[in-house]
């Protein structure tokens, strides 16, 4: 259990990862290398960069839940 629990952990968390760094930053991120990049006034306002916002808050999340699940299933 505690094995399969590890793997889901780790592949949410290359997932977290990849998706923060797809984010452009202030000077430009992955993101700019897929097409990502937009102009000042219309940065973060596009439809993908929002789900792009959304999609990284929500595996955060998990991400957080999975560390207190393992947590406990580790010490139980």
Excluded: P
Aim: charged share 10%.
């Amino acid at each position: 259990m505690v094995l399969a629990l590890g793997v889901v952990y780790a592949v949410i968390g290359v997932v977290t990862l990849t998706l923060v760094l797809l984010h452009s930053g202030k000077g430009g991120g992955l993101s700019d290398m897929f097409g990502g990049g937009l102009s000042g006034a219309a940065a973060g306002s596009t439809q993908m960069e929002r789900n792009l916002d959304r999609l990284t808050v929500l595996f955060g999340l998990i991400f957080g839940i999975m560390t207190l699940v393992l947590a406990f299933a580790i010490n139980a």
